[in-house]
């Protein structure tokens, strides 16, 4: 049988895992061994963040439509009752984002999903409140 040299072959890997750990403290940058448990530890770590971004991300969302929404008399439960019945195509991202940066638009959409009509029409349809008449 020949003899087969893969020096190479592990010298890749093991570059690419110490590449991969470098800002790493301690042995955990320069052994082979350590390193491979702190990749592990690093991509798992980054799995289960990525989903609490999310969550801290809806949280603030959340906590400043309800802050800008009792400025004029509601609650933020009732915007997104009343955004449901009035279905409207608006997240919680883009409902925060006008609250922070424009907050007339913001109380023109809270009025239009306050109005008292017994007909449940889309928010931006028909006569109802259109973008061109929102003068920033």
């Known amino acids: 049988m020949t003899r087969v040299k893969r020096g190479y072959v592990a010298r890749k890997r093991r570059k690419s895992i110490l590449k991969f750990t470098a800002g ?3 042995a955990h940058s320069r052994l082979i061994r350590p390193a491979i448990q702190q990749r592990i530890k690093a991509l798992a770590c980054s799995h289960r963040d990525r989903g609490k971004r999310k969550r ?15 400025k004029y008399g509601l609650t933020y439960s009732e915007v997104i009752h009343k955004l449901y019945q009035k279905k409207a195509l608006l997240n919680r991202k883009m409902l925060a984002q006008l609250a922070i940066l424009d907050e007339k638009i913001f109380h023109l959409i809270l009025e239009e999903i306050s109005k008292k009509e017994n007909n449940s029409s889309n928010l931006f349809s ?9 003068n920033p």
Do not use: E, H, V
């Not at 801290?56 to 929404?69: H, P, Q, T, V, Y």
């Not at 028909?126 to 929102?134: E, Y």
């Open 126 to 134: 028909g006569s109802s409140m259109m973008l061109n008449d929102i």
């Open 56 to 70: 801290n991300f809806r949280k603030l969302w959340i906590i400043r439509m309800n802050a800008a929404s009792r």
């Open 24 to 26: 790493s403290r301690g």
